[in-house]
């Protein structure tokens, strides 16, 4: 990663992978959003349906890994969250954390500061 946020969003898997790949590119919220910057994704350890991740991995088109394998607890990257109209937030420029790293601080289920 090339830049340090200060702030992450949790997002479970299957869509925090979609973001990271880029095909993912709108976060739906139960609001807007101030907040205009790079920003950790936290892939979160909880789990939906498996019959729903099976499906969002098909809409995604994501085969070459399964939605078990994909890292969670973790976190997995950057993007630029650089609009938000209602509860849409628009996000662009994924960049794939090198290093999967687990955050010192408790995750929350939207913000939280992962370190320091």
């Not at 992978?17 to 907040?35: F, H, L, P, V």
């Not at 995604?60 to 849409?88: H, K, N």
């Not at 420029?93 to 995750?107: I, V």
């Amino acid at each position: 990663m090339t830049s340090h946020p200060t702030r992450a969003l949790s997002i479970r898997q299957p869509h925090a992978e979609a973001i990271m790949r880029g095909i993912k590119q709108i976060e739906y919220r139960g609001s807007a959003t101030k907040i205009r910057e790079r920003i950790y994704i936290y892939a979160g350890l909880g789990r939906y349906d498996a019959n729903d991740e099976a499906e969002w991995m098909d809409d995604y088109g994501i085969t070459d890994v399964a939605c078990d394998d994909l890292p969670r607890g973790v976190i997995v990257g950057t993007v630029e969250l650089y609009d938000s109209d209602g509860g849409q937030w628009y996000l662009r420029s994924p960049q794939r954390a090198a290093t999967l790293r687990k955050p010192e601080n408790r995750a929350n289920p939207v913000w939280f500061k992962p370190f320091g």
